[in-house]
């Protein structure tokens, strides 16, 4: 990823363009910056995968400052529009300001009576240990909705409604509807649909129970614990605001689902449910180690070794050696050429 800043510093600084650097950015490339959250920019580029893209939100909490999310190259790009590899074809557009603001809703939660930043793609409850039973009451505005036993819930905005919600069953959202989504995870109930509600509602989760500690986990970054107290979720008071090309057009949400559905259709070969598991892990987190998608899935070693050599033999995931350590190998999903 350094390569590739540099890279794009480089092809700015051709353009006179003014660049601040997030501090510990500039620290590896050995250049002067500022905190996050101390920045005064007309315009965030962020540079890297989903999951670093997800993360950086997270930090940034509420901001009105445009974001241009950037590929890196080699890294997931679901979220994104613009690569390192086509920016020089952008770069002009986006000095001139040939370009307009892309709204997408977000959601928070209250987790212990405590707000959590708000979040892009969707919060999930689910049991600490993976395909442990949860049970929960759910309210819409107040009133008593359903009561459900099930491995999880999922709440999620029109942009996340691709992401995890929709390998659980979840509903395609465009991102201008006005709503969210409400997916249970495999339902004891097996009438049980997910829900499509206006985003001025709110959603209670309450009379949580499990066998084991019931986690909240934001954007597939952050892992809260919930404790007796409700978990609450409502639409955010800030949405994130996205650069939005002209050339970018509704076309490019179609291109993302047809990898989707792609990736769906090489696991019609009846895998178990831990590689698919393991698979949504490295899908929606991008290239991890084994050590951490152990601790990610919280299946057994065993489990994840299983896993990974039906993945591998499918031709659906990948392993390479990590540069810092050759005995150590790296996972990631196969890109599709």
Request: hydrophobic share 40%; proline share 5%; glycine share 6%.
């Amino acid at each position: 990823m350094l390569e590739d800043t540099r890279s794009l510093l480089e092809m700015l600084k051709q353009r006179k363009a003014d660049c601040i650097l997030e501090q510990k950015l500039a620290d590896n490339l050995k250049k002067k910056g500022v905190s996050l959250k101390r920045m005064d920019v007309d315009v965030f580029a962020i540079i890297g995968s989903d999951r670093f893209l997800l993360k950086s939100l997270l930090d940034l909490g509420h901001t009105d400052i445009p974001i241009l999310p950037i590929a890196s190259m080699g890294q997931p790009d679901f979220l994104f529009d613009v690569m390192v590899s086509n920016f020089e074809a952008v770069v002009d557009d986006l000095l001139s300001g040939k370009w307009t603001r892309e709204e997408k809703k977000r959601l928070v939660a209250e987790i212990s009576g405590k707000e959590t930043p708000p979040l892009l793609n969707d919060i999930g409850i689910f049991a600490r240990r993976s395909a442990t039973l949860i049970r929960y009451s759910l309210l819409i505005n107040g009133e008593h909705f359903w009561k459900d036993g099930s491995d999880g819930l999922i709440v999620a905005t029109p942009t996340g409604s691709t992401a995890y919600a929709l390998s659980v069953g979840g509903p395609v959202i465009l991102n201008s509807s006005p709503v969210f989504s409400i997916i249970p995870v495999n339902s004891v109930n097996p009438s049980r649909r997910p829900l499509v509600l206006p985003n001025d509602m709110e959603v209670e989760i309450r009379d949580l129970t499990s066998s084991v500690a019931v986690e909240a986990v934001l954007d597939g970054q952050i892992r809260k614990k919930v404790d007796g107290k409700p978990v609450l979720i409502r639409q955010a008071d800030h949405s994130a605001i996205f650069v939005k090309f002209e050339s970018e057009r509704v076309a490019a949400l179609r291109g993302k689902l047809q990898k989707k559905s792609e990736m769906s259709e090489d696991l019609a070969h009846d895998l178990p449910p831990s590689a698919k598991l393991v698979l949504k892990v490295l899908e929606y987190q991008g290239q991890l180690s084994q050590k951490e998608i152990i601790e990610e899935t919280m299946l057994p070693p065993r489990t994840v070794r299983y896993a990974l050599s039906l993945l591998m033999s499918e031709g659906v995931v990948m392993k390479r050696l990590s540069l810092r350590d050759s005995r150590q190998g790296l996972y990631q999903v196969k890109k599709k050429t």
